[in-house]
């Protein structure tokens, strides 16, 4: 019976509303039309809208929901392909956020089965053999079947698929050392950005993806470019361009671009969304936390993030670090070497141990082990096109010939120096710039103090007081007892100033949002930076500041 004044939409129609809505970012409207469709008639179609739409919202235990339901009623309907799809998806959740690997490949499995009971030259096909190549195994075996793929999706005229396997293809051979896997990940970013994707899934792999891969290879820049060339994808389909259990890579980048304040809230962030069950982007978001807080010469605040995860892959390095910031040199090298001798690992990943690996057997004054891991570095780094293997290569070069009294150790550490530099690496530029000084200290004293002076404006700008504290030895150690005069604030961005002059108004952090169209959290990362480079304590005194600048 129908109701005076309510219109009765029939279901196509209202499928049809909730997949526009989907498509223009609105996940309110997509879910309410989806719901509504439900409502009249339970089918596969519209509870996959709704998951869809609930996972837009970001509301992924819901979208898991009601994915499982969509399978169950594809299966009903008789829909083997939209049976497939759904139990691929359903994969895609329950390894990407869970870390069920298992549950994934079981998932996986069966969307194989049911394909082999349809038609033959599918799209479905394509997504089968891009898990099969996800799967892992012989790296040219992995290549056929993402090309594989790749030309499936262009037959069938399906740009999700496409794209994702283009991305998968080019990590795949990012992480293995190849160079050429850039341009395949840089071709599917191009497709995302020209708005060709439709499925957030999708997106959200291949951004989590270049995530990863710029992590792994410390290209900041890569990732910065990416994001801005996204922007405009974001404003327009109503997207947080960095979703999810992506936020733990991008953390990683912005910890090694010294953007320590945005860093902390990307990975406070990730640790919001995803509750205890989510076990692997959990750790994955503790371990960055824990480099963060080693970087920040929090030290105690890194070891209990880092306890209980001792087995996790990603851990090795926070904790090998930790030991060699107190003094547990002989500990950081037995897991350094144990790590390196259990297997393959991504070229990135081994080059980061390596230079650790360096740093503990100096700090043990065993110079030729120092020398072996110097030479398998080196030799890694070879093979690289990328520059952060080859700055970490010439700095463990250049620590080496200070330790040994040969080769030439300015060049080396120039050269680390310009790569750290270029790549856009503040904490490791600092670093190596202060070995520079020490390099420099008995044979060109006044050379070693400027470098060493410009190092420790860096780390004060950072706020890594360990850092700090290392330079202002040094400094200390070549007859400079105290900095030369004040200290040069740095200088504040457009935005920073802006929220400064706020401030001198007496404003709050809510009503500096509203003046400034940006939430309150944003507002309290810039007043975090304004405070750390004005050199001040509280934000009275920046007010104070604000207003004698006035």
């Known amino acids: 019976m129908r109701l005076s004044g309510v219109v009765e939409h029939p279901v196509d129609e209202l499928l049809w509303e909730g997949r526009d809505a989907y498509r223009r970012g609105d996940a309110d409207c997509a879910r309410l039309a989806f719901e509504r469709a439900l409502e009249q008639r339970e089918c596969g179609e519209a509870l996959e809208g709704l998951a869809k739409a609930l996972h837009l919202s970001f509301d992924y235990p819901a979208a898991l929901g009601a994915y499982e339901r969509a399978y169950a009623a594809y299966r009903r309907e008789g829909n083997l392909l939209g049976a497939a799809r759904a139990a691929r998806t359903l994969g895609w959740f329950r390894g990407s956020l869970y870390g069920d690997w298992a549950v994934y490949r079981g998932w996986v499995g069966r969307a194989r089965t049911l394909l082999e009971q349809a038609e033959p030259e599918s799209n479905e096909q394509g997504w089968i053999l891009l898990s099969q190549a996800q799967a892992g195994g012989d790296l040219e075996h992995q290549r056929g079947l993402y090309l594989e793929a790749i030309q499936t999706a262009r ?33 599917a970013l191009a497709t995302v950005c020209g708005g ?43 997207l947080t361009a960095v979703a999810g259990y992506c936020r733990a890579y991008y953390g990683g980048i912005l910890t090694a671009a010294g953007r320590w304040a945005e860093a902390e809230a990307e990975l406070n962030a990730a640790m919001r969304a995803f509750s205890a069950d989510h076990r692997q982007i959990r750790a994955n978001v503790l371990c960055r936390l824990a480099d963060l807080r080693l970087r920040q010469g929090r030290i105690e605040e890194a070891a209990e993030l880092l306890a209980g995860l001792h087995e996790h892959e990603d851990a090795v390095r926070p904790l090998a670090a930790l030991h060699l910031a107190r003094g547990e040199a002989p500990v950081a090298r037995e897991l350094l070497e144990h790590a ?32 072996h891991a110097v030479a398998r570095l080196s030799d890694l780094a070879e093979s690289q096109s990328g520059g952060y293997l080859h700055a970490a290569a010439a700095l463990a070069n250049g620590k080496l010939c200070v330790a040994t009294g040969g080769g030439d150790a300015r060049k080396c550490l120039h050269e680390a120096l310009d790569a750290f530099a270029r790549a856009q690496l503040p904490v490791e530029a600092a670093r190596t710039r202060l070995e520079l000084a020490r390099a420099l200290g008995s044979t060109n004293p006044a050379v070693a103090i400027a470098h060493a002076r410009k190092a420790l404006d860096s780390f004060e ?36 100033t802006e929220v400064l002059e706020l401030l001198g108004h007496g404003l709050t952090n809510a009503e500096i949002g509203e003046r400034l169209f940006i939430s309150a959290k944003t507002v309290e990362h810039h007043v975090g930076r304004v405070l750390a480079k004005l050199g001040v304590r509280s934000r009275a005194q920046a007010a104070a500041h604000a207003t004698r600048k006035s």
């Open 461 to 496: 700008w950072l706020q890594a007081p360990r850092d700090a504290d290392a330079a202002t030895a040094l400094l200390r150690s070549l007859g400079v007892g105290s900095r030369p005069g004040p200290v040069t604030p740095a200088r504040l961005t457009r935005r920073e």
């Open 196 to 238: 060709e994707v439709e499925e957030l899934s999708v997106m959200e792999s291949v951004f989590c993806g270049l995530f990863y891969v710029c992590e792994r290879t410390n290209d900041v820049a890569r990732a910065e470019q990416w994001l801005r060339a996204a922007d405009s994808l974001a404003r327009r389909r109503k």
């Open 340 to 371: 390196l001798g259990a297997g393959a690992m991504e070229d990135a990943a081994e080059g980061s141990l390596l230079a650790l690996l360096v740093d503990a057997c100096l700090a043990m004054g065993a110079v030729d082990e120092a020398a």
């Open 155 to 187: 037959r069938c005229g399906d740009a999700d698929l496409e794209c994702e396997a283009l991305a998968s293809l080019g990590i795949m051979l990012v992480v293995s050392g190849m160079a050429e896997g850039m341009a395949y990940l840089d071709e």
